[in-house]
């Protein structure tokens, strides 16, 4: 499990700038037994009408390039 979070957490990072560039960011809060990847969105991304697509395109697409075992990505609500 610790190398897929390392996997996950290179993933975001890869991500970050283009995030952080309109004023967001996300954080990863865990990988459940099933392998979903829950993520924290963070300052304009949790009301940004594009979030869905970061997730899905890109970080999920990011993702399963690196790391196949990957089988979701979902943001959660503080």
């Given at each position: 499990m610790e190398n897929l979070t390392?996997?996950?957490?290179i993933a975001i990072e890869n991500?970050?700038?283009y995030l952080m560039s309109d004023g967001g960011d996300m954080e990863l809060v865990e990988i459940t037994n099933k392998n979903i990847v829950k993520?924290?969105?963070i300052?304009?991304?949790k009301?940004?009408?594009m979030s869905p697509m970061t997730l899905k395109a890109g970080?999920?697409?990011a993702l399963k390039s690196?790391?196949?075992e990957v089988t979701g990505v979902v943001a959660i609500e503080d």
């Open positions: 390392q996997k996950v957490n991500l970050r700038p993520v924290r969105l300052g304009a991304c009301s940004c009408s970080l999920e697409e690196v790391a196949p």
